[in-house]
T-cell receptor
Framework: ETGVTQTPRHLVMGMTNKKSLKCEQH?????MYWYKQSAKKPLELMFV???????ENNSVPSRFSPECPNSSHLFLHLHTLQPEDSALYLC?????????????????FGPGTRLTVL | AQKVTQAQTEISVVEKEDVTLDCVYE???????LFWYKQPPSGELVFLIR??????QNEISGRYSWNFQKSTSSFNFTITASQVVDSAVYFC????????????FGAGTRLTVKP
């Protein structure tokens, strides 16, 4: 596999379910991201894992919980979601260089998981 | 604060027409990066171009060209001789700090190319 992959591509869940989204990057990058894309809203950055640090958007509800076990894998754990959480969830990765080093900082995206919460 | 504005919500053209997608950005940083992404119906954002603030040269890649003008804070994207496969949502984005990874996206422009 090449690039950034995401599974599942589609997910329908009830509000009481617990599920996880998975992202894997095969680009040798060291930073990974979760974005939420809702209808008629700008792309919203949810979480960033970069150089083993986690940065999050403080507006993201606690029912979304990220996990990044290594630089190639990223998970988004979901529990007790609401219907308004229905959206396309996109994963991205980039190479973040150390201070003074060269890096591209271009983010490459996966195909997304289309989530529907009933 | 950083902001990206794509004033055109939707554009519809007929195949073989040229079309320009506008992007206006705001930032106080002197070092920044501008991007264009394409999102076809499949959902994946496809990287098209990255331009840094010190390079105002226009770029051409096949039927695609980009016009970066710091004087007007614009980074416009032109598709020449559009094709049906160009139909997608196009996003302009701005990243203001090297390594910060706080990329701001515009709201996107939906381009429909009709046969």
């Amino acid at each position: 596999e090449t690039g950034v992959t995401q599974t599942p591509r589609h997910l329908v869940m009830g509000m009481t379910n617990k599920k996880s989204l998975k992202c894997e990057q095969h680009l040798g990058h060291n930073a990974m991201y979760w974005y939420k894309q809702s209808a008629k809203k700008p792309l919203e950055l949810m979480f960033v894992y970069s150089l083993e640090e986690r940065v999050e958007n403080n507006s993201v509800p606690s029912r979304f919980s990220p996990e990044c076990p290594n630089s190639s894998h990223l998970f988004l754990h979901l529990h007790t979601l609401q219907p308004e959480d229905s959206a396309l969830y996109l994963c991205a990765s980039s190479y973040r260089g150390l201070a003074g080093a060269t890096s591209t900082d271009t983010q490459y995206f996966g195909p997304g998981t289309r989530l529907t919460v009933l | 604060a950083q902001k990206v504005t794509q004033a055109q919500t939707e554009i519809s053209v007929v195949e073989k027409e040229d079309v320009t997608l506008d992007c206006v950005y705001e930032t106080r940083d002197t070092t920044y990066y501008l991007f264009w992404y394409k999102q076809p119906p499949s959902g994946e954002l496809v990287f098209l171009i990255r331009r840094n603030s010190f390079d105002e040269q226009n770029e051409i890649s096949g039927r695609y060209s980009w016009n970066f003008q710091k004087s007007t804070s614009s980074f416009n994207f032109t598709i020449t001789a559009s094709q049906v496969v160009d139909s997608a949502v196009y996003f302009c984005a701005l990243s203001v700090r090297w390594g910060n990874n706080d990329m701001r996206f515009g709201a996107g422009t939906r381009l429909t190319v009709k046969p």
